[in-house]
């Protein structure tokens, strides 16, 4: 799951967060420099690289 952010002690906390859920944290940096990936489900070509894990109705 991708993280950015620009406190590195609640990127930590969420980072733990995630490894505790099953999942891989991948750490890409503030949110100037990783902030465009971690919402890059929502841009038209960032769907081809995301799949989603649950549907809801």
Do not use: C, H, Y
């Not at 950015?4 to 505790?20: F, G, Y």
């Not at 465009?36 to 960032?46: E, Y």
Request: charged letters at 20%.
């Amino acid at each position: 799951m991708f993280l950015s952010s620009d406190d590195e002690a609640a990127s930590a906390s969420v980072a733990t967060l995630v490894n505790r859920l099953g999942f891989a944290p991948i750490e890409l940096g503030k949110l100037g420099e990783g902030g465009l990936l971690v919402q890059a489900r929502g841009n038209t070509w960032g769907q081809l690289i995301f799949q989603d894990l649950a549907k809801f109705d």
